[in-house]
């Protein structure tokens, strides 16, 4: 049975201190507590001056966009020619976001001291991933930094518009959904009560509908603030929960894979990531054994992660990729016999690639297709849902014109 990981628990915190030559040194490490900070960073030989635990909302200046902007103007100036250092600042001082400018500046600081350059960036793992860190090592030992880069910007780059046209295909529902609600709430405590005032004075008994929808206005009407102060609170409940809860998150990722029609599309944004890192990873030379840590890691889903857990013991123990990832049941056929192709041919960086292609597309098109599915969908639930509120409270203005 697994068992929730340490990070759950862990907070970051900003450290500074002096190394055993005296320099300065800072940087950023997970802990449960700034005890096991100094600890840990005394086990090093850094002698501590300050650690701070840093807030959520410093952590989440430095976006992964930033991120990922920085990784392509850094591949780009060392493609072209641009020391490292001076690099560095380039990008550091031309940054738009003062707090990404505060972070290469610290780690060109580093860099400057005599620290490898993964080495600074491990120093912040809240904005650089141990993939991320891996890379950048694989290529500074193989000397060959600014093509790693240029990969990896290439690799953010092609994540995030995956995470981007997602989101964006829920955005528009989710948004109109919550309009819709705040709408009918409105007509609920404000409109049927007036409606009820004026049907209140016809004397005759009002249709079943408008029974309903007035018990239901009532409801509203003595209870708007519990209701709203429910929905808030357990949605507040759920994310709070799904983000620290192992036991919740591999729940909602099973659950997110056998949803009608989002299912297939986050299954094939996840094959897309995990073959992706997969192909990166293996082109910038990392072992397979060393890559399938990091692959399971970036799949993003729970089910994939330990999938990847089970493929990494059957192949350091002899077992060929395919066949490990065969017997775990979650990928489909393309996807093993093209993965086959590329372990017989010796191009399985290349194969990998272009299954990650072949699922961007797909993600895409799914994308697109499920935009353009919403939008019929959602008309039609907000006019059953108001239009019969509207209908229900006019039936006795019909009902009286009749007897009329």
Same mark, same amino acid.
């Given at each position: 049975?697994?068992?929730?990981?340490?990070?759950?628990?862990?907070?970051?915190?900003?450290?500074?201190?002096?190394?055993?030559?005296?320099?300065?040194?800072?940087?950023?490490?997970?802990?449960?507590?700034?005890?096991?900070?100094?600890?840990?960073?005394?086990?090093?030989?850094?002698?501590?001056?300050?650690?701070?635990?840093?807030?959520?909302?410093?952590?989440?200046?430095?976006?992964?966009?930033?991120?990922?902007?920085?990784?392509?103007?850094?591949?780009?100036?060392?493609?072209?020619?641009?020391?490292?250092?001076?690099?560095?600042?380039?990008?550091?001082?031309?940054?738009?976001?003062?707090?990404?400018?505060?972070?290469?500046?610290?780690?060109?600081?580093?860099?400057?001291?005599?620290?490898?350059?993964?080495?600074?960036?491990?120093?912040?793992?809240?904005?650089?991933?141990?993939?991320?860190?891996?890379?950048?090592?694989?290529?500074?030992?193989?000397?060959?930094?600014?093509?790693?880069?240029?990969?990896?910007?290439?690799?953010?780059?092609?994540?995030?518009?995956?995470?981007?046209?997602?989101?964006?295909?829920?955005?528009?529902?989710?948004?109109?959904?919550?309009?819709?609600?705040?709408?009918?709430?409105?007509?609920?405590?404000?409109?049927?009560?007036?409606?009820?005032?004026?049907?209140?004075?016809?004397?005759?008994?009002?249709?079943?509908?408008?029974?309903?929808?007035?018990?239901? !206005?009532?409801? +509203?009407? @003595?209870?708007?603030? *519990?209701?709203? $102060?429910?929905?808030?609170? =357990?949605?507040?409940?759920?994310? /709070?929960?799904?983000?620290?809860?192992?036991?919740?998150?591999?729940?909602?990722?099973?659950?997110?894979?056998?949803?009608?029609?989002?299912?297939?599309?986050?299954?094939?944004?996840?094959?897309?990531?995990?073959?992706?890192?997969? !192909?990166?990873? +293996?082109? @910038?030379?990392?072992? *397979?054994?060393? $890559?399938?840590?990091?692959? =399971?890691?970036?799949?993003?889903? /729970?089910?994939?992660?330990?999938?990847?857990?089970?493929?990494?013991?059957?192949?350091?123990?002899?077992?060929?990729?395919?066949?490990?990832?065969?017997?775990?049941?979650?990928?489909?056929?393309?996807?093993?016999?093209?993965?086959?192709?590329?372990?017989?041919?010796?191009?399985?960086?290349?194969?990998?690639?272009?299954?990650?292609?072949?699922?961007?597309?797909?993600?895409?098109?799914?994308?697109?297709?499920?935009?353009?599915?919403?939008?019929?969908?959602?008309?039609?639930?907000?006019?059953?849902?108001?239009?019969?509120?509207?209908?229900?409270?006019?039936?006795?203005?019909?009902?009286?014109?009749?007897?009329?």
């Amino acid at each position: 049975m697994a068992t929730p990981k340490k990070d759950d628990a862990q907070a970051v915190f900003s450290w500074e201190g002096k190394d055993k030559s005296g320099r300065i040194v800072r940087g950023e490490l997970k802990a449960v507590s700034e005890a096991v900070v100094r600890t840990t960073l005394r086990r090093q030989g850094v002698l501590v001056n300050k650690v701070k635990k840093q807030s959520l909302s410093r952590g989440g200046k430095v976006t992964a966009k930033d991120v990922t902007l920085f990784t392509r103007q850094m591949a780009t100036m060392m493609k072209s020619g641009v020391p490292l250092l001076q690099a560095f600042d380039i990008v550091g001082k031309g940054a738009a976001n003062a707090a990404v400018g505060r972070l290469l500046m610290d780690i060109k600081t580093d860099v400057e001291t005599g620290s490898a350059l993964n080495q600074a960036f491990r120093k912040y793992p809240l904005h650089f991933n141990q993939l991320y860190c891996n890379l950048v090592e694989a290529g500074e030992q193989a000397g060959i930094l600014d093509t790693l880069l240029d990969r990896l910007a290439t690799y953010m780059e092609k994540t995030q518009a995956i995470i981007s046209k997602i989101k964006s295909a829920l955005f528009y529902p989710i948004s109109v959904l919550v309009v819709a609600f705040i709408v009918t709430a409105v007509i609920m405590i404000f409109v049927v009560p007036a409606f009820k005032q004026v049907f209140s004075n016809f004397g005759a008994d009002l249709p079943g509908p408008t029974l309903v929808v007035m018990a239901i !206005s009532d409801y +509203f009407v @003595a209870n708007w603030y *519990l209701i709203f $102060a429910a929905i808030g609170g =357990g949605l507040y409940a759920f994310f /709070y929960t799904w983000k620290r809860s192992l036991p919740m998150q591999m729940f909602m990722d099973r659950l997110a894979l056998r949803l009608p029609v989002f299912g297939e599309v986050i299954r094939k944004a996840t094959l897309a990531r995990w073959t992706r890192t997969l !192909s990166t990873m +293996f082109a @910038a030379g990392v072992p *397979l054994v060393e $890559a399938l840590d990091s692959v =399971g890691g970036a799949s993003g889903n /729970y089910v994939y992660r330990e999938a990847t857990r089970k493929i990494k013991s059957e192949v350091s123990t002899g077992s060929s990729l395919t066949v490990a990832m065969q017997n775990t049941g979650v990928f489909p056929n393309m996807t093993l016999q093209m993965i086959a192709i590329g372990e017989e041919s010796g191009q399985l960086d290349s194969m990998s690639g272009k299954v990650a292609d072949f699922y961007e597309a797909e993600v895409d098109d799914a994308v697109d297709a499920l935009s353009s599915l919403m939008e019929p969908m959602i008309m039609v639930i907000l006019g059953v849902v108001i239009g019969g509120i509207i209908i229900a409270m006019y039936l006795p203005i019909f009902k009286l014109g009749a007897v009329v």
